[in-house]
C-alpha cells in the first residue's frame, strides 16, 4: 500500500515537472525566440506587414481595402469613389451576427459554382459598372477588355492586389478625376507593378493600397 502511495506521488511528482518544464520552453522560451529571430530577420513581416502614410499606419499590404464613397440614406451598398484606383470585388466577405458587440468583417469566398445564377448576375452587373465607371469621352471600354479579377472577389474577399491589366483599365478614369495626365498615372502603375515571385511563380500584380498613397502624393504635389 505504501509503495502504491509512494509510486503514485513519485509519477505525479514527475508530471508536475514535465508540466512546467514545457510551459516555460514551449510557453516562454520559444515564442520569445521566435519573436526575436523574426523581429531581427524580417520586421516589417512580423509586425503585420504594415503600410504607412504621412506616419500613420494606414493598412497592411496583406488586406485589401475599399475605396467608397459615404454611404447616403436609403443605400445598403456605397456607391465607389472613382477618384481612386478600385479593388476587386468583395462579394464574398460576409458580415458578423454572431457578437454584434463588434464591427466585424468576415473573410471568405462566394462557393458559386460557374453556372450558379446569382454569380452569373454578380459578374455581369460589376461587367456592367466596370465598363460604365471607367469609359472617358473619346476612350470607351469595350467588354471585352475587362479582365477576370475587375468582376470576381478572391477566394478571401480580401485580396489586396489586381493584375496590372485591370489597373491599367482604370488609368484614364483615375487621371480625369484627378486632372492629371494619363502617362503620370500610367508611370505610377508601371512603378507599382510587382513581377512574378522568383521571376515564375503566380502572375504579375499592382498592390492598390500603394498605388493609392503614390496618387495621393501625386495629386497633393509631393
Known amino acids: 500500500m505504501n509503495n502504491s502511495a509512494g509510486n503514485t506521488v513519485r509519477l505525479l511528482w514527475a508530471g508536475l515537472r514535465a508540466l512546467l518544464v514545457l510551459t516555460i520552453v514551449c510557453g516562454v522560451i520559444y515564442p520569445l525566440a521566435v519573436t526575436g529571430v523574426a523581429q531581427g530577420i524580417l520586421p516589417g513581416k512580423a509586425n503585420g506587414s504594415e503600410i504607412k502614410s504621412g506616419g500613420k499606419v494606414v493598412g497592411s499590404e496583406l488586406i485589401g481595402q475599399r475605396y467608397d464613397l459615404p454611404l447616403k440614406k436609403g443605400e445598403e451598398t456605397a456607391a465607389p469613389d472613382l477618384k481612386w484606383f478600385q479593388p476587386r470585388p468583395s462579394n464574398g466577405l460576409g458580415s458578423n451576427s454572431v457578437n454584434t458587440q463588434y464591427k466585424l468583417i468576415l473573410s471568405g469566398a462566394t462557393n458559386r459554382s460557374g453556372d450558379n445564377k446569382d454569380l452569373i448576375d454578380w459578374v455581369t452587373a460589376a461587367k456592367a ?93 509631393g
Open 129 to 221: 459598372a466596370v465598363v460604365k465607371d471607367n469609359s472617358v469621352p473619346g476612350h470607351p471600354v469595350s467588354p471585352s477588355a475587362v479582365p477576370a479579377d475587375a468582376v470576381t472577389s478572391s477566394g478571401s474577399g480580401l485580396d489586396p492586389e489586381i493584375s496590372p491589366e485591370y489597373a491599367q483599365l482604370q488609368v484614364r478614369r483615375v487621371a480625369e478625376r484627378n486632372h492629371l495626365g494619363v502617362d503620370q498615372v500610367e508611370k505610377l502603375v508601371e512603378q507599382h507593378t510587382d513581377g512574378r515571385t522568383l521571376g515564375f511563380v503566380g502572375e504579375p500584380r499592382v498592390n492598390v493600397l500603394q498605388l493609392n498613397i503614390a496618387l495621393k502624393e501625386l495629386v497633393n504635389g
